[in-house]
Nanobody
Framework: QVHLVQSGGGLVQAGGSLTLSCVGP????????TGWFRQEPGKEREVVAQ????????RYADSVKGRFTISRDNAKSTVYLHMNSLTHEDTAVYYC???????????WGQGTQVTVSS
């Protein structure tokens, strides 16, 4: 189990940008596939973006393709979610999560609110 600590988020106007950060456990962080998820009130949590342990492979939800970028710096044990051209529909609580290898996501950050004003 790994401890993930998130930072970033907040209130931004539509069309604006935000970057979320997620700090992982240290030297072994490159063993973990990492993802960003989001959840709106009353809705299921959905995956937004994922990145492999070495940062070679990324995947995005269709709703954020071309606007969001996931990246990681394993030297800093940190994964980022750069969000551009934000819309009101991006308003949600965002979570980072880690999965060892090809396994399920089992470790979660504390969540951070992103609110986009229209």
């Amino acid at each position: 189990q790994v401890h993930l600590v998130q930072s970033g988020g907040g209130l931004v106007q539509a069309g604006g940008s935000l970057t979320l950060s997620c700090v992982g456990p240290g030297r072994t962080f490159n063993n973990y596939r990492t993802g960003w998820f989001r959840q709106e009130p009353g809705k299921e949590r959905e995956v937004v973006a994922q990145i492999s342990g070495e940062g070679i492979t990324t995947r995005y939800a269709d709703s954020v393709k071309g606007r969001f970028t996931i990246s990681r710096d394993n030297a800093k044990s940190t994964v980022y979610l750069h969000m551009n051209s934000l819309t009101h529909e991006d308003t949600a609580v965002y979570y980072c999560a880690a999965a060892l290898g090809a396994g399920r996501y089992t470790d979660w950050g504390q969540g951070t609110q992103v609110t986009v004003s229209s």
